[in-house]
């Protein structure tokens, strides 16, 4: 099990990514945009720079739903291949089966 505080954390990072995404994404256009000037892409890295860090969606980690393992999380599934395999093997999850040959 993960210490709370990291998970926690974790979701109080999707919460600001979600808040500032419409931001973010009308700053990225005109920086990309090819018809902005100069000075307008400067300005809009400078209110880019400006914003939270913890922002940016780069930052925020996957984690397994049920113990908050960071590592090792199937995304399909949302769960770490501990959680993953125990589920597996308890036949919790429809439609998986452990390999054997």
């Known amino acids: 099990m993960a210490k709370k505080s990291k998970v926690v954390k974790n979701m109080q990072r999707q919460e600001l990514v979600n808040r500032f ?9 005109i ?15 400078q209110k880019l720079e400006k914003m939270p860090r913890d922002a940016n969606p780069i930052r925020i980690r996957n984690r397994c ?7 090792g999380v199937y995304r399909r599934f ?7 395999r125990e589920m597996v093997n308890n036949g919790l999850i429809p439609g998986v089966k452990k390999a054997s040959w």
Request: proline share 8%.
């Open 65 to 71: 739903n049920l113990t908050g393992r960071p590592r």
């Open 78 to 84: 949302g769960l770490s291949r501990i959680s993953m």
């Open 31 to 45: 920086i990309k945009s090819p018809n902005s000037s100069v000075i307008e892409k400067r300005l809009a890295y």
């Open 21 to 29: 995404a419409p931001k973010r994404k009308k700053l990225m256009a």
